[in-house]
């Protein structure tokens, strides 16, 4: 079992940046990527941003690319979604997740098997 924490979730005006932080522990030596997904109220879940816990490849939705980074910590089990330029169109619930699948990266939550209970971003002025 691999138990996730997600923290960083605040209010902030449009334009704002944040930085998310999800605490990994547990069974991460099975962990091949940790990914960062959103669901706003009567929207499906959006996988955002993941990266590879063996060579630390990323991937990011059309949607961020180029406001949002993520990285990780692999000392302390961390990984962060630095968000840059929000918009109010960010406001959801955040989520990471972990996935035991080997290979290519993925954004889809199907491949994730641990998820943590979500952190709030409010973006509004």
């Known amino acids: 079992q691999v138990q996730l924490v997600e923290s960083g979730g605040t209010w902030v005006r449009p334009g704002g940046s944040l930085r998310l932080s999800c605490a990994a522990s547990g069974g991460t030596a099975n962990v091949f990527a940790i990914g960062w997904f959103r669901q706003a109220p009567g929207k499906v879940r959006e996988g955002i941003s993941c990266i590879s816990t063996s060579d630390d490849s990323t991937l990011y939705a059309d949607s961020v690319r180029g406001r949002f980074t993520i990285s990780r910590d692999s000392v302390k089990n961390v990984v962060y979604l630095q968000m840059n330029g929000l918009k109010p169109e960010d406001t959801a619930l955040y989520y990471c997740?972990?996935?035991?699948?080997?290979?290519?990266?993925?954004?889809?939550?199907?491949?994730?098997?641990?998820w943590g209970q979500g952190t709030q971003v409010i973006v509004s002025s």
């Open positions: 997740a972990a996935s035991n699948l080997a290979g290519q990266i993925k954004l889809w939550p199907v491949f994730y098997d641990y």
